[in-house]
């Protein structure tokens, strides 16, 4: 370890807590969600191949796409089941209730499902939990001490976004928003958790982004669906 492993940490953990709860609630980063989340992968990439991390490490190797793709789709496939299910259900389709997502045009929905999810939210999110902030803090820490920082950091990452999501279901008090926003922090560490098992499991950071990918999108795809079922 030595002090610029300790310096580029800091950065990445402290730029990525910042990010998302803080440029990421302006108009400007709503604007321009996917090339300034585009531009920020691509910087981390370099920052961490300066730093000397191999693509081993990144879980960017070629040669470990196939074995990304074989475990990320089968988890996908998965994933689509239960999401069917879900909307096929008339008893369940309650719990795909989002006004983020019923308020958007068809066309809307459509350029989330095809450019910002994929791109803008999971290849991101992939690129910069479950690829570089592991493989830094791996320079200071055990490797599943790593994870476990990056997974809480995942979670924190998704503190504004829980909140805004409380409060268009109509949540306003105080003691249950905060209740809400803690349990989306601690839900969505765990699945950091998994995803980075991913990772490690496959090697490539490709099955992570796939499993993600494919929830974000087919979810985005159900609510809007399950909200038409209702309104029929």
Do not use: C, K
């Amino acid at each position: 370890m030595t002090r610029g492993d300790a310096v580029t940490a800091a950065a990445v953990t402290l730029g990525l807590a910042a990010w998302n709860n803080g440029l990421g609630a302006t108009d400007w980063h709503s604007r321009r969600y996917v090339p300034a989340n585009s531009a920020a992968a691509a910087g981390l990439l370099v920052l961490a191949r300066a730093r000397g991390i191999t693509p081993a490490e990144l879980g960017t190797e070629l040669a470990r796409v196939p074995a990304g793709l074989r475990l990320g789709g089968t988890l996908a496939a998965v994933v689509a089941g239960g999401i069917a299910a879900a909307v096929a259900v008339p008893g369940l389709r309650r719990l795909l209730a989002d006004e983020r997502i019923t308020e958007l045009s068809g066309r809307e929905v459509a350029h989330h499902v095809a450019l910002r999810v994929p791109v803008g939210t999971a290849l991101w999110e992939e690129i910069a939990f479950r690829a570089v902030l592991p493989a830094v803090l791996g320079r200071l820490l055990p490797r599943r001490r790593a994870e476990q920082a990056a997974a809480v950091v995942f979670g924190l990452w998704h503190v504004r976004p829980a909140l805004e999501a409380a409060r268009a279901d109509g949540v306003r008090a105080p003691r249950r928003l905060a209740g809400s926003t803690a349990a989306a922090v601690v839900s969505t560490s765990l699945a950091g958790w998994f995803l980075t098992a991913l990772h490690r499991r496959s090697g490539s950071v490709t099955a992570p982004l796939v499993v993600h990918a494919a929830s974000n999108a087919l979810g985005t795809l159900a609510v809007a669906a399950a909200d038409r079922l209702a309104h029929r």
